[in-house]
């Protein structure tokens, strides 16, 4: 697909690289070690082998101590990688809060809510590099609303409103970029089937299908 | 090396674990789907709570005093009051759970009426006083028979029992039909669902308190204890306190704020 | 016994017929070996049932829009495949092995309060039993998923009887698990024999006291949950319907004792682990007082950590950091206790049969497992994977890998203890090889399916999806059998008549070495059921020392550590 990924994927995508990483280097060290003890002290032949002149059942301070400062200096790298690499949706943007959207989920569907008092169902369409902000909620049980290719997601819950950030990625022309919307919380036996769209257009054309539209409920999610 | 040890001479076996067991389930199945399966599911944990507390009357399952254990740190404590006080972290982390979560619902609602509005405070107050009274008794009690008095031992029990009764009595017969009448029931919101679940579970605790303390009044004047055996008045009287303890906090978080 | 009469039967030293086919025995015997046995028997019983559960699960996910299972179904199928594999297969299993081996281990009679240990057992059968029926109910059971969330699980979203017999049965189960750890914190404070001090308590027996440490600890806050459920339920209250915070209270409430739960499930694996590795490496666990202390670790801070299940909840982000960071912290000494497990293998002489094998395997998922873990601690990365089949892959690389893979091992190393009889090697073996590969073609995808929601009952042909499902479909089909047969190898064990080998892998510890026979009978003034011997060096910590050296017999001599011809001397006379 030409389609773009999204920033907060691409950044995700590194801090997950990074991360997995370091998780096959320690699992190489981990497993390296394991198959060579496996092979250099397995048991031959004839061999009744005690080990009297080993320090059995000592503490060992020195290399605890190594060992648990290694895995505190990883560790930490990671987190600090974490923060900077990846900038959060839940994060408040300085400045401009962006085109707000009023997400609601029900049983079994989404509803968008425009800031012109516009409402869709199953599908959001907006403009691209815009930055918006979904005002998340319900009207009944605990719904998530992942952004699948964003890979973002929040809860929503009934009588709590959540708050996400993302930004659209560009879009000129005719381009027409489609993302999905799944839930990810059980939800009652409708959870497979609460699918949603993201539509992307550029925002000359986003412009031009506002103004065409000519249901202007005003959007009960509040905010 | 075996361990073939003659399991029937040491290991006493008992039905009423199952019995209990088959009492409680049938009480749960019953109380969903058909209440008469409730009822008999009540009349089997009464005959299992029958066969319990004529085992330990009999003393069928008494430890063997002297023993060549490893005892440190807790040599003060012997093997059931250990177990009690053990039984008693569950509870307080119960308790303590239903507490946090009635904060919880409280300090995020807008609008919580205050204590005044929907208790009686004196009623409470009285309530309070009559509870920690009747701990006092069970004190009394033990230090009874401790010096070897069993008249002292059987006043200080029925008085712990006549008094946990009455408290009991005022919260069931008064001051709930009380409440309801004003509206305020277990379904009419937020504070009335926390008191009435929280003060509920207490008092259910209470119950099962009552029924433990008749055991030992039981016991007491069939000449059950001594001045050197009588761990059983002990270990009840530990979570008789308790109970007493739980509800020191409950009054407050409910009738005063 | 000496002078052993017809039909006398080794495991409990008395004649056949009257115990092993005495029903009047079995319903009310308080010993804690028939209790274990029970619990052992039961939860592979509720193994095969939510086995099989699983297996329909993917059976109906194999294809894209299948309609094997309905949504309805499906939805049922995955929270009584969740609730019985972790809280009535994993956790009894573990509880069962520990209630055999622990006594043994210390030198105990039975445990502290033996009747309450039959009680715990019945309420754990009656209360699967409960859950299992609740299926048949008019409007069917359960159908939230295992972790039950706030609103859906009110009368207002699930409204069948079905859902309440459930919640009523999960409260009864959290009886029973509080009920055994009063019972085995109590018996391994005060019930262990005279000789086995603190320092030398065998690493299983500190694997399940902090085991129960914690179930005292995590039970409490479920129960109390569910009694405001039930109460929801059947009272009017309004705790979970409540606009006012009613979603999060349940998360609070349910994951301040989940994530607690799964390490209740893990510990008594980890602990066999130890067992397994010391007896078949021949050596002691790397640096015993750092491996305690780092178990002990990850114990007091896994009360800590259980926001890190609500990432996507939309709390205060403070505290999701804070979570974050001390979910951070615990992998630092769970990875000191898997290293220790390793490292317990350096300078061994060590045997690859089949408990062996499963150990290692069991290794191998928690390495994977708990590094995807790791990832998962991230916030960020959290928003991706939660909710998804990564973290389906994660927790059961974990709790179907290591704690079934461990537990597994536990009951192929001390069958020749509980039975006296040995399992087939060979099919052992074969048995091993196959069920880890199914396990791996089962999960092992799970890490790719970022994309699919969990507890979705079919898919789309555009999801692409497909290849993967069918992939962990394939894998499904053979772990599913491969783990029958395993069981089904120690059963056939049965048929074969006792040997009298009683200690065939030379194990070091207390159930294997300590001479348990005639302690007990009338007359006998001591509580506990074994006369340990007193090591020669008093300074040695670790029963394993002078226990290889062949001291720990009763009557041994006392040997010179550094005289070699002295340790075979002596060692050649610890097993029978």
Not at chain 2, 30 to 57: H, M, Q, R, S, W
Not at chain 3, 15 to 35: A, C, D, G, P, Y
Not at chain 3, 375 to 400: E, S
Request: proline share 5%; hydrophobic share 50%.
């Amino acid at each position: 697909m030409s389609q773009p990924i999204p920033v907060s994927a691409s950044d995700w995508n590194h801090l997950f690289d990074l991360a997995v990483g370091i998780a096959l280097v320690a699992m190489a060290i981990v497993f390296g070690a394991m198959i060579y003890f496996l092979v250099k002290y397995r048991e031959r032949k004839g061999q009744r082998k005690f080990v009297p002149d080993f320090r059995l059942g000592k503490s060992r301070p020195r290399e605890s101590v190594i060992f648990a400062s290694i895995s505190i200096i990883v560790l930490v790298s990671l987190v600090v990688a974490s923060y900077s690499l990846t900038p959060n949706a839940r994060f408040e943007p300085a400045g401009s809060k962006g085109l707000i959207i009023d997400v609601t989920a029900y049983q079994w569907g989404w509803r968008f809510g425009y800031p012109n008092g516009l409402n869709t169902f199953d599908n959001v369409t907006l403009p691209g590099n815009t930055l918006i902000m979904f005002n998340v909620t319900s009207t009944d049980v605990m719904h998530n609303f992942y952004l699948v290719q964003f890979r973002v997601s929040i809860e929503a819950i009934p009588g709590r409103y959540n708050v996400i950030w993302v930004t659209t990625p560009a879009a000129n022309g005719n381009d027409r970029w489609i993302y999905n919307i799944y839930c990810k919380e059980l939800c009652g036996v409708g959870h497979t089937f609460m699918d949603a769209t993201m539509t992307v257009i550029s925002p000359s054309v986003y412009n031009q299908w506002m103004a065409n539209q000519t249901d202007t409920t005003p959007s009960s999610a509040g905010g | 090396m075996t361990e073939d040890y003659e399991h029937g001479e040491e290991c006493k076996s008992s039905y009423a674990p199952i019995l209990l067991a088959a009492g409680v389930a049938l009480f749960l199945l019953g109380i969903v789907v058909f209440l008469p399966l409730a009822v008999a599911g009540a009349v089997v944990i009464g005959a299992a709570l029958y066969k319990f507390f004529k085992d330990g009357a009999e003393e069928k399952f008494a430890e063997l005093k002297e023993s060549l254990e490893e005892k440190w740190p807790l040599e003060f404590l012997n093997k059931e009051k250990l177990g009690v006080w053990v039984f008693l972290v569950s509870e307080i982390l119960i308790f303590g759970s239903l507490i946090v979560a009635y904060a919880y619902v409280r300090l995020s609602s807008s609008a919580w009426p205050v204590a005044t509005q929907t208790h009686d405070v004196i009623l409470g107050m009285a309530n309070t006083i009559i509870l920690l009274t009747s701990s006092l008794a069970m004190v009394l009690a033990l230090y009874s028979i401790r010096a070897g008095n069993a008249k002292g031992l059987k006043i200080g029990l029925l008085s712990a029992f006549a008094l946990g009764a009455t408290f009991l009595i005022i919260k069931l017969g008064v001051e709930w039909p009380m409440y309801y009448r004003n509206g305020f029931t277990i379904s009419s919101g937020l504070p009335g669902s926390t008191y009435f679940v929280l003060t509920g579970l207490h008092a259910v605790h209470v119950g099962a308190g009552l029924a433990a303390v008749g055991y030992l009044i039981f016991r007491s004047f069939t000449g059950g204890f001594t001045s050197t055996k009588h761990s059983a008045v002990e270990n009840i009287g530990l979570y008789w306190h308790f109970v007493d303890i739980v509800w020191m906090f409950l009054f407050p978080l409910f009738y005063l704020i | 016994m000496d002078g052993q009469p017809n039909g006398y039967n080794p495991i409990f030293g008395r004649r056949l017929k009257t115990i092993v086919f005495s029903i009047k025995e079995w319903l009310s015997t308080t010993n804690h070996k028939q209790v274990g046995i029970l619990y052992i028997v039961t939860a592979i019983f509720f193994m095969a049932v939510a086995g099989s559960f699983g297996e329909m699960m993917r059976t109906q996910l194999a294809v894209p829009n299948n309609n094997f299972l309905t949504p309805f179904t499906y939805d049922q199928t995955v929270t009584l495949h969740g609730l019985l594999m972790i809280l009535w297969v994993l956790t009894p299993l573990g509880i069962g092995i520990a209630n055999y081996i622990v006594p043994l281990q210390i030198g105990a009679k039975d445990l502290a309060f033996p009747r309450m240990n039959a009680l715990s057992y019945w309420t754990y059968l009656f209360s699967g039993i409960l859950l299992v029926s609740s299926v048949f109910m008019p409007g069917g059971g359960p159908n939230t998923g295992w972790t039950l969330y706030a609103p859906l699980n009110t009368i207002q979203f699930t409204s069948q009887a079905g859902m309440t017999l459930a919640v009523l049965a999960l409260l009864l189960f959290s009886l029973s698990v509080t009920m055994g750890s009063i019972n085995f914190l109590t018996t391994i404070v005060r019930n262990r024999a005279k000789g086995v001090t603190w320092k030398r308590l065998p690493i299983f027996t500190w694997s399940i006291l902090f085991t129960m440490s914690l179930a005292l600890f995590a039970f409490p806050p479920l129960a109390a949950g569910l009694l405001l459920l039930s109460s929801d339920r059947f009272l009017g209250t309004v705790f979970f319907s409540s606009t006012q915070g009613g979603g999060i209270l349940w998360d609070e409430l349910f994951w301040f004792f989940g994530h607690p739960e799964v390490y209740i499930v893990v510990f008594p694996a980890l602990g066999v682990i130890a067992e397994v590795f010391q007896t078949f490496a021949k050596r002691p666990v790397f640096s015993r007082t750092a491996f305690l202390v780092e178990f002990s670790a990850v114990t007091f801070l896994s009360v800590g950590v259980w926001m890190h299940h609500m990432f996507t909840t939309g709390v205060n982000y403070s505290v999701l950091q804070t979570f974050s960071f001390t979910t951070l912290a615990i992998s630092i000494p769970f990875e000191g206790v898997v290293l220790g497990l390793v490292l317990t293998l350096y300078k061994g002489t060590i045997k690859l049969n089949t408990p062996m094998l499963y150990c290692l395997a069991a290794i191998f998922t928690v390495t994977l497992g708990g590094i995807t873990g790791v990832l998962q601690a991230f916030p960020v990365l959290d928003y991706a994977f939660n909710g998804t089949y990564w973290i389906v892959g994660h927790f059961h690389y974990v709790m179907a890998g290591t704690t079934l893979f461990a537990l597994v091992a536990g009951l192929y190393y001390w069958w020749p203890k509980i039975t006296k009889r040995k399992y087939n090697e060979k099919w052992g073996v074969i048995t091993f090889i196959v069920s880890f590969a199914g396990f791996n073609i089962l999960y092992f995808p799970y890490f790719f399916m970022l994309d699919m929601p969990r507890r979705i009952s079919t898919y789309s042909v555009s999801s692409g999806l497909a290849t993967l499902n069918l992939t962990a479909t394939i894998g499904a089909y053979i772990f599913g059998p491969a783990a029958a047969i395993a069981i089904l190898n120690l059963i056939l064990s049965l048929r074969k008549p006792p040997s009298q080998t009683s200690n065939p892998w030379e194990g070091r510890e207390l159930e294997w070495t300590g001479d348990y026979s005639g302690s007990l009978a009338t007359g006998n003034p001591t509580a506990t059921a074994v006369t340990v011997a007193e090591p020669p060096d008093k300074s040695r910590s670790s029963r394993w020392y002078w226990c290889m050296t062949g001291s720990c017999k009763p009557n041994a001599t006392a040997v010179d550590p550094t005289n070699q011809s002295d340790i075979l001397r002596n060692s050649a006379g610890v097993e029978s």
